[in-house]
């Protein structure tokens, strides 16, 4: 392990910080140094930029696209609920349409949806992995 004097590991840090646009790998090899050294002399000095940023400017995202990413955000959980839970839907006009509903919901569930339980399979494909008989009915003759 070399031992550096403290003086140079500040111009080595200064003349870093002087080139925004550089990175600390291409600093580093201009000088001759290993690039994790001049990394670890940068962090000990408090003079690190943010990650992915070669330029001292703050990086600030477009509140606009905050505002809808958000609202799409909140959309998607709305039909997710709805779609995976017959409680999505607050009413129904008639006790039909809420039995309807209910069987339709319990339908996929059990036939179409895949269970993270069961391999990722619905519970049919599941049940017909062990099962060699069709778990529906034949036709009457």
């Known amino acids: 392990m070399k031992n550096y004097p403290p003086e140079f590991r500040a111009d080595l840090v200064a003349l870093y910080e ?5 990175a600390i790998r291409s600093v580093a090899a201009d000088l001759g140094i290993n690039p994790e050294t001049l ?3 940068v962090r000990a000095a408090g003079t690190s930029r943010p990650w992915g940023r070669r330029t001292r400017e703050p990086a600030q995202p477009p509140v606009p696209l905050e505002a ?7 959309k998607v959980r709305e039909l997710d609920e709805e779609r995976e839970t017959p409680q999505g839907r607050k009413s129904w006009p ?6 309807l509903d209910a069987f339709r919901w ?7 949806r895949r269970h993270s339980r069961l391999g990722q399979r619905s519970p049919i494909a599941f049940e017909n992995v062990f099962h060699v008989t069709p778990t529906t009915l034949a036709p009457a003759a």
């Open 39 to 41: 990394r670890n002399w």
């Open 106 to 112: 319990l339908h996929r569930y059990n036939t179409r």
């Open 68 to 74: 809808e990413n958000a609202a799409l955000r909140k």
């Open 18 to 22: 002087s080139r925004p646009d550089a």
């Open 94 to 99: 008639t006790e039909r349409e809420a039995r």
